[in-house]
Each structure stands twice: as C-alpha cells, then as structure tokens.
C-alpha cells in the first residue's frame, strides 16, 4: 500500500525530501514561515501577478468557520535547492470570534482546489 509520510516543520528540509523521494514515499510536511522564506516570497509575487491559487470554503459541519487557501505547484523549496520542487499550501482557518489560525505545508501532492481541503486535513493530522 502506498505511504504518506505526515511530519512537523522539522522534517521540511532537502536531505528528508529526498531521502523520502529515493523511497517512493508520498509527504505532506509542515512548512515554518520563518524557514522558508523563498517559498513565501513566490507566493506573494504569484498573488500580486493574479497567478496564486486560492480557494476558500465554509466548512462543511460548522459554518463559523472559513477555511482559505493559497497554493502553487513545482516551486523550489529553498534558495540552496533550487532544483528541489514542491507543492505549497498556505492555510488560514477564520472562525467567527476567535484568533487565525495559520498552517503551511510542503507536499508531493499536486494540489488542486478539489483536494487542497483533505490535503490540509491530512497535513493537521500529524
């Protein structure tokens, strides 16, 4: 059966990717703003050419809350793995009344606004 490796932001660095490609291992890992940062530089350059992906839906058993997405698919993880591409998904979850919470992950996945809800269901999982 195939495997689908759920890991923290530790586990978002070039050797770990790789180790897991080399297996045939699918991912889905958290991605920490503050490592990477090129990942959101793309990101917001995409948003500002009109080029991000985004989705949001109101979840499907409680209204209150919103969930929006933002993605690109085959991006370089890092400046010192340019070769190195990824999928992203950055996550904001709005409720009414209470604090965003916010979540991104790297994942071999092509995201899709069809499938970016159970990916990042899969991605809180952990």
């Known amino acids: 059966m195939p495997l689908i ?3 923290d932001g530790l586990s978002s660095n070039a050797p770990h990717i790789k180790e897991l490609q080399s297996k045939n291992m699918h991912y889905i890992l958290g991605a920490k703003c503050g490592d990477h940062p090129l990942l959101l ?3 917001d350059e995409a948003i500002n050419k009109g080029e991000a992906n985004e989705h949001r839906i109101v979840d ?3 209204p ?3 969930h929006v997405f933002q993605f690109l ?3 370089a993880l890092n400046q010192s793995n340019l070769d190195l591409k990824v ?3 950055d996550y904001h979850q709005h409720t009414e009344g209470k604090k965003t919470i916010h979540f991104s992950w790297v994942t071999d ?3 899709t606004s069809e499938n970016v809800y159970q990916l990042m269901r899969g991605g809180r999982a952990r």
């Open 5 to 7: 490796v759920i890991e």
């Open 41 to 43: 530089h793309l990101l």
């Open 60 to 62: 499907p058993e409680n």
């Open 64 to 66: 209150d809350i919103t």
């Open 73 to 75: 698919n085959g991006v």
């Open 87 to 89: 999928n992203f998904i």
């Open 109 to 111: 996945f092509t995201v």
